[in-house]
């Protein structure tokens, strides 16, 4: 039986303890995030993976982005991470933009067809950023089943969900809408494979070099992001990412995420 809890005010103890102990015992726990809601699971147990592709009606083809609490986390989970990389990094985290990385090697999680990369994010949503910190990286893509649109509060996504998911957070109309913005920063160049919330101007204006898929790139018309996802996700699990809102929405698969017209596009954040 599904439970909902409020993820506002003070009292968040309930709602912070209720979604520890559902992602310890790898259930599936809906959390608000900056961009769009976002369906988590713990990203080290593949089983609960497999339950967050399965809810969504997901395959394996489109791994989940993985949020991260803080920006320091970086190195833990990417390997060979750029200078522009970690300018981006440091620039728009937390916020609306999901990394698509080199994960490291020596990391025991399987988050689907990822080919070696991962997508990760830092969700500017003070209480999900909090419940990171308890649980470590989650794997998030937004709420909704695929091809639906992506859950804006807590009761679209229980709709769409339904018993799948063993808690709700109840954090009231997400503020942000549009998805994150993927950047595959496993080339010799950052390069955008989803356009949202973040444009390409305001990535240039940090990191002149970015590239564009195609440099009349439109935003995605849904919303979901994979990253992040997010969730993406914030946030929202991954464009192609060599591959994974929100988010949410990592890896080298989807961004191509998913097909950038899909909200979840690698996700969600």
């Not at 988590?40 to 497999?50: I, T």
């Not at 990394?99 to 067809?113: K, R, V, Y």
Request: glycine share 6%; with cysteine; charged share 30%.
């Amino acid at each position: 039986m599904s439970e909902r809890f409020d993820f506002t005010g003070d009292e968040l103890a309930p709602a912070y303890r209720a979604a520890v102990d559902a992602i310890e015992a790898g259930d599936l726990v809906v959390l608000p995030t900056d961009t769009v809601y976002g369906i988590a699971a713990d990203a080290f147990k593949a089983d609960a993976v497999q339950r967050l592709l399965d809810a969504k009606g997901r395959g394996r083809d489109m791994p989940p982005p993985v949020l991260i609490s803080v920006v320091e986390s970086l190195d833990a989970l990417a390997t060979d991470v750029p200078d522009d990389g970690r300018k981006l990094a440091q620039e728009f985290w937390p916020g609306p933009l999901t990394l698509i990385c080199h994960a490291q090697t020596s990391l025991m999680w399987d988050l689907g067809e990822t080919q070696g990369t991962v997508a990760l994010r830092v969700p500017d949503h003070e209480n999900t950023r909090e419940l990171l910190s308890r649980t470590g990286p989650l794997a998030v893509s937004s709420a909704n089943k695929s091809g639906q649109p992506a859950a804006m509060d807590v009761y679209d996504a229980e709709e769409q969900l339904q018993e799948s998911v063993a808690v709700y957070l109840d954090g009231g109309q997400v503020s942000g809408g549009e998805p994150s913005t993927i950047v595959d920063i496993t080339g010799d160049t950052p390069r955008v494979v989803r356009l949202g919330a973040l444009t390409l101007e305001q990535l240039r204006a940090v990191v002149p070099e970015v590239t564009a898929q195609d440099e009349e790139a439109k935003p995605a018309a849904d919303a979901e992001p994979a990253a992040d996802a997010e969730p993406e996700d914030d946030a929202e699990p991954v464009g192609e990412v060599k591959p994974t809102e929100e988010p949410v929405e990592a890896s080298k698969s989807e961004t191509d995420d998913e097909k950038p017209t899909d909200p979840d596009v690698r996700p969600a954040d």
